[in-house]
């Protein structure tokens, strides 16, 4: 058992950052050693406090891609960190995972299930909330989706990406107008994608695997 736990809370949402310090206070096995609002102040306080855990917002200033956030994990030494994201990033999740961060909870998930969050990570364990465990789930089966489509198909789903028209992607790929209108319609379908941005991240994927 771990009876005592540091962590830092990093979130730019000042009343957010004071929910997450009572509700994380409330568990009389964590301290709070610090609270801050930027990736500059957070490596910072990181280095200087040596934290068992550091609870990090998704939208952090400072923490612009992928790139940065594997950067700020190697450089948080046995600290391990856990992502709190927002709904209308939920795309991004599939690429965070590649970050090889402790932990991802979702912003709206219950007080018990953020005290369990760090203390699994703290012992060590790998956690995912219950509304990252169904997006990862998701993310599964639409890259499957994905490398089943042959190259007419991936064609057609970076035209959508570049923001071709159907008229466009029916010249740019070859296929009429109505296959694509009826493409698009069944992509939704499938994948639940509504955004540019997710179907990007999953054209980013099979670039990575390829």
């Given at each position: 058992?771990?009876?005592h736990?540091?962590l ?7 009343v957010f950052r004071?929910i997450?310090?009572h509700i994380?206070?409330?568990?009389a096995g964590i301290?709070?050693l610090a ?6 102040e ?9 934290p068992?855990?550091v ?5 952090l200033p400072g923490?612009a891609d992928v ?7 190697a450089?948080?030494?046995n600290?391990k960190?856990?992502v ?7 795309d ?7 970050a ?6 979702a912003?709206?998930a219950?007080?018990?299930e953020?005290v369990y ?8 364990k790998?956690?995912y909330c219950t509304?990252t465990?169904k ?11 994905a ?9 057609m789903l ?8 159907n008229k ?9 107008e109505?296959?694509?209108k009826?493409?698009?319609?069944k992509?939704k379908s ?12 999953m ?5 990575d695997e390829?």
């Amino acid at each position: 058992m771990i009876g005592h736990i540091t962590l830092i809370i990093a979130h730019n949402h000042l009343v957010f950052r004071a929910i997450l310090h009572h509700i994380l206070q409330s568990y009389a096995g964590i301290c709070i050693l610090a609270r801050v609002d930027s990736a500059v102040e957070l490596l910072k306080k990181t280095k200087e406090l040596a934290p068992d855990v550091v609870l990090v917002e998704l939208g952090l200033p400072g923490m612009a891609d992928v790139a940065a956030w594997q950067q700020f994990v190697a450089h948080c030494g046995n600290a391990k960190v856990v992502v709190s994201w927002h709904h209308s990033d939920a795309d991004k999740i599939p690429g965070m995972m590649r970050a090889s961060c402790a932990g991802y909870i979702a912003r709206d998930a219950s007080p018990a299930e953020y005290v369990y969050a760090v203390k699994q990570v703290a012992k060590g364990k790998e956690f995912y909330c219950t509304q990252t465990q169904k997006l990862r789930g998701s993310t599964n089966e639409i890259a499957n989706f994905a490398k089943s489509l042959d190259d007419k198909w991936l064609r057609m789903l970076y035209c959508i990406c570049i923001g071709y028209s159907n008229k466009e992607t029916s010249a740019a790929t070859g296929l009429k107008e109505n296959t694509v209108k009826s493409y698009r319609k069944k992509l939704k379908s499938i994948t639940g994608f509504r955004s540019v941005a997710a179907l990007e991240q999953m054209l980013k994927g099979i670039g990575d695997e390829k």
